[in-house]
């Protein structure tokens, strides 16, 4: 599963299909089994569900947290799913690139309080032979009600939708006492030996068998594949048999598998259990690899281990499990297998690929399971599966977050320090500056744990701003690990911008098409994220317009529309004084406010001139226009024509009352002169008691003659259509009035019309056909939108011999 998200709001309408799978209680009884029933209930999203790739982005505070940070300034969806569950998955039709897709989901038992966000891949598996099926795996939220999901684009390739989108919510805990839970502790034997682990049978972890159908399918085993099931790690060791039956559960009931799809499966507290029925020490085949399912076994760890490292006592039991159950099939664990291809995402259907004996799934289709940490320990559990002992491997190691600041202003004041080693070992943290002189030190023994470091020396005093490194190091009787180094940043110095401003700082969001929106413009001092809101002059936020984006130190734009949210809606927001609020924060968690001052002024509006396109040449054709607007209060009103940057006339208008006004301009500048070919822009002031606000338009002068040309001479035959052309060029008109006269050779009129207004700097093409045999003569004429006649007259010759 990958570690970056990009996560897309599900926002859609849910329609329940509720199926309780209910067991046969009389039938278990009967057969002596323990079968605890689970309630399931499924919820179809209608309609597809949007993604949109590169969306959102997290803040690096909430990613060096280790959470998933998902915000948007859409809320999600909110699911009642009408019951208690402990469990929920999503399955969808299968998009074009699975892969790049993944699930968010988050959960409250009582709509108020909600849980931190866990992403889920999207899978793609089936049964031997089935058709594949699009889904996560049930994920372990604990007690809820209710649910809120987000499909997650991961990667390249993201589909534009998802379609046939399910949620399952599942409550494996249903009946059972997880307080005493019947589970078997995993003896601590050498996997050298290879003797029977100890396994949790079906029975005891309470399968309901009547869930399962069919009878199992049967193939000689040649290797075994490795997943996790990305279903989270925070369940207890009391918790995990209901893990299990919640699988059990969601792979019969709602992919409508025969049985559960792993042979195998162990807890992070290293208790191993059956998986499909069919007897442990057989070749069953699951459902836990597509196209390959044929000639393997799989075993999953219950967890997510795409950024946590799977326990050491999970390790241990996976490779005492692999020990055993590989050397019934007579496997070597360090050899290779080949298997044939039935119907996989990677590989083509027949194809013979060759893997290792221990292979993680990954290897076999598009997936990062079993996870980015616990991929690369595959070669060490190979070879401890072999027999061979190895000393510890430092799994994990990470620093949450990588930046911090302790400069006591309430966030992130603290690093924590997490290691994970692949078995018991003697630990050491060792702290260092950018010089290498030690700080501090930290030991213990274990297989994992966590230190807290404040920044601080012995004294109390906090350590300078820079970087620092923590040398973790660990040893047993068995050899000691590689050291692991990581880099950690003390970060006091809070984010800034080195620009801010409002464009334009009055605005009148009228529809008037003049000043409708405005943007606050900014530059950040250095990469961090930022989020924009506007507030009222009393500080409250009226609407968030971004949510927190990691951000360049480029010039970035947020426009606001003047509406603000009110009871869940977006509503017109009242004329006043607000504020763009820009917050920066770091990944140290150091943050800054600005704000940039916007009013929000309906004085004036509607800024018209008539017409739009004058030429001021004396001819009695549009010599003049009337340059109108609007008031909704007394304001006093300066109206200024510029062109070229410079005014070319002013109108003082003085103290004006609400409503409509208009001054006429005959094209001419203060002293008379009238303005040349040009486009200028009229912009109205209004200084009201609520503010100064401006609003233009532009408009033409226009004392340009049309040019026209067309061909001098055409020649058809008597009863034949002729094909007429004509182009007129103008630069100040993109449209002219074209008109043409048809005379013969004595002069007299045949034909005249107008082709309308046609577009200018183009062909204007028609066809004529001559009444007889003759000359004929065709004569164009034009006007502009200014009233302008054209420069000459063009013709063009047609003869009819």
């Not at 999970?314 to 290779?336: D, E, N, Q, V």
């Not at 000043?515 to 609407?543: F, H, L, M, Q, W």
Request: glycine fraction near 10%.
């Amino acid at each position: 599963m990958k570690k970056t998200l990009i996560c897309i709001v599900l926002a859609v309408t849910w329609c329940s299909s509720t199926a309780w799978s209910a067991s046969r209680a009389d039938v278990a009884a009967a057969e002596g089994r323990q079968a605890l029933s689970v309630p399931v209930r499924t919820f179809d999203v209608r309609g597809g569900v949007p993604v949109t790739p590169g969306a959102f982005a997290r803040s690096p505070v909430e990613a060096d947290a280790g959470r998933v940070f998902a915000g948007s300034s859409t809320a999600a969806a909110t699911l009642d799913a009408g019951m208690r569950f402990t469990m929920a998955g999503v399955i969808c039709a299968v998009p074009s690139t699975p892969g790049a897709v993944s699930v968010c989901l988050r959960t409250s038992l009582d709509g108020r309080s909600w849980s931190s966000w866990q992403a889920s891949p999207l899978e793609l598996a089936a049964e031997a032979g089935g058709t594949p099926q699009a889904f996560t795996e049930p994920v372990w939220t604990g007690a809820a009600r209710y649910a809120q999901v987000k499909v997650v684009a991961v990667g390249a390739g993201a589909p534009a939708a998802l379609v046939g989108v399910r949620l399952v919510a599942l409550d494996p805990t249903a009946g059972a006492d997880t307080a005493t839970p019947s589970r078997q502790r995993v003896s601590r034997t050498s996997a050298k030996a290879a003797s029977a682990p100890k396994i949790v049978t079906r029975r005891q972890w309470g399968a309901d068998e009547s869930l399962r159908g069919g009878r199992p399918s049967y193939a000689a085993v040649k290797m075994a594949f490795i997943h996790h099931t990305a279903s989270g790690n925070t369940y207890s060791a009391a918790e995990a048999p209901a893990v299990m039956r919640g699988i059990y559960a969601y792979h019969t009931r709602s992919l409508g598998w025969s049985d559960i799809g792993y042979n195998f499966l162990i807890d992070r507290f290293g208790t191993i259990y059956e998986g499909r029925y069919g007897g442990m020490k057989r070749g069953v085949v699951g459902a836990q690899v597509l196209g390959f399912n044929r000639g393997s076994t799989g075993i999953s760890v219950i967890g997510n281990f795409a950024g946590d490292a799977p326990p050491a006592a999970a390790l241990a039991s996976l490779r005492r499990l692999l020990a055993w159950k590989l050397k019934i099939h007579h496997l070597r664990p360090r050899g290779t297998a080949k298997l044939k291809c039935d119907a996989s995402d990677k590989f083509a259907r027949g194809a013979k690929v060759t893997f290792p004996v221990i292979a993680g799934h990954r290897q076999a289709n598009r997936t990062e399971c079993p996870g980015n940490i616990f991929y690369p320990l595959l070669p060490m559990v190979r070879l401890e599966a072999s027999g061979r002992s190895q000393a510890p491997i430092i799994a994990l190691a990470r620093a949450t977050p990588v930046r911090f600041s302790p400069n006591e202003d309430g966030a992130l004041e603290k690093t924590t320090l997490s290691l994970s080693l692949t078995r018991m070992a003697n630990w050491s943290v060792v702290l260092r500056d950018a010089a290498g002189t030690r700080l501090g030190s930290y030991k213990g023994k274990g297989a994992f744990d966590r230190v807290t470091w404040g920044g601080i020396d012995a004294d109390g005093h906090r350590y300078a701003d820079g970087v620092y490194r923590a040398v973790i190091a660990a040893s047993s009787s068995r050899g000691k690990a590689k050291p692991r180094t990581l880099g950690i940043v003390i970060d006091t110095l809070a984010p800034g911008l080195s620009s801010a401003s409002a464009r334009p700082a009055v605005f009148s969001p009228n529809g008037d098409g003049s000043n409708d929106t405005a943007a606050v413009r900014y530059v950040p001092a250095e990469k961090c994220s930022i989020r924009v809101a506007v507030i009222d002059a009393d500080g409250k936020v009226r609407r968030r317009l971004t949510d927190w984006h990691s951000q360049s130190t480029a010039m970035h734009s947020v426009t606001w529309d003047g509406r603000v949210s009110e009871g869940g809606r977006l509503a017109a927001a009242a004329e006043g004084d607000y504020r763009f609020l820009i917050e920066c924060r770091d990944a140290a968690g150091n943050a800054s406010r600005k704000v940039v001052k916007v009013t929000l002024d309906l004085t004036l509006g509607s800024p018209t001139a008539s017409p739009g396109t004058i030429s001021p040449n004396g001819d009695g054709a549009n010599d003049s226009t009337k340059l109108g607007f609007s008031l909704t209060r007394s304001a006093t009103v300066r109206i200024a024509v510029r062109a070229d940057g410079k005014t070319v006339r002013a109108f003082d208008l003085g103290a004006l009352g609400a409503g409509s006004h208009e001054v006429v301009w005959d094209g001419a500048d203060e002293v008379g002169r009238p303005m040349g070919s040009g486009r200028p822009v009229f912009t109205v002031t209004a200084k009201s008691s609520l503010a100064a606000t401006s609003a233009s338009r532009g408009l033409v002068v226009d004392r340009y003659r049309p040019r026209l040309s067309a061909p001098t001479a055409r020649s058809v035959a008597l009863g034949k259509a002729v094909q007429m052309s004509c182009t007129a060029r103008d630069p100040y008109s993109a449209k002219v009035e074209l008109q043409y006269t048809i005379t013969d050779a004595a002069g007299a009129t045949v034909a005249a019309a107008s082709r309308g207004w046609v577009a200018t700097g183009k062909a204007t093409i028609w066809t004529w056909k001559p009444p007889a045999r003759g000359v004929y003569t065709v004569t164009y004429a034009a006007t502009d939108r200014g009233g302008n006649r054209e420069h000459a007259p063009a013709a063009t010759q047609i003869t009819v011999p």
